[in-house]
């Protein structure tokens, strides 16, 4: 714990994951997560959560690398359509109700099942720059899973960024209920 009170798991995917050390949050997910503004390498602006789920890690890895979850996980999304790629690797064109308006983008998406990480970014579409990833980490001798989740978008038109990053914190959270009971269904509940 440092001299903030902020409880730091070291990792090997950058940057640590950090969450309060009385497992508050600081947004509208449950109060077992923790949600906080982060940069990437190249200084695009993001959000981060670091979250429990009741399950195991191997199952909540198929859970949200399945191309036929992306809808009951992410409900803003209109459509989801694998167009390349195999087994680890998938090209997904997205059309997403987005708060202004709806845009369409393709995302490479790549599993490493050793490692437990999603990771995706943009390869064509209307958004700039669409980064970000998954990260499960072992729990309760494999019976729970860490979940730490990065998105870093930047949008090519002027919009209110602000409202923006307001409600896409709002949205974390009701993702982060979603992920949990979506992995307990489908994942089974760990034992």
């Given amino acids: 714990m440092n001299a903030n009170g902020l409880r730091v798991w070291a990792q ?63 409900p803003d999304i209109k459509e989801a359509r694998v167009i390349g790629g195999e087994g680890d690797s998938l090209d997904i064109q997205y059309r997403v109700d987005a708060v202004v308006r709806e845009v369409g983008y393709v995302l490479r998406r790549s599993c490493d099942r050793e490692e437990r990480t999603i990771t995706w ?46 409600g896409a914190k709002r949205k974390l959270g009701e993702m982060v209920a979603r992920v949990q009971s979506i992995a307990v269904e489908l994942g089974g509940a760990a034992t």
Avoid: H, K, Q
Wanted: proline letters at 6%; hydrophobic letters at 45%.
């Fill in 121 to 166: 970014r943009e390869i064509g579409g209307d958004l700039r720059r669409v980064r970000g990833g998954w990260r499960i980490e072992l729990l309760d001798d494999g019976r729970a899973s860490l979940v730490t989740y990065r998105a870093f978008v930047s949008v090519a038109m002027f919009v209110p960024t602000a409202l923006i990053r307001e």
């Fill in 12 to 74: 090997s995917c950058p940057p640590a994951a950090v969450g309060l050390a009385d497992g508050s949050a600081r947004s509208n997910a449950p109060m077992d997560s923790a949600t906080r503004d982060v940069r990437d390498e190249e200084g695009t602006r993001g959000l981060e959560v670091v979250f429990r789920v009741d399950v195991s890690p191997d199952a909540l890895l198929e859970v949200l690398w399945s191309p036929a979850n992306i809808g009951r996980l992410f």
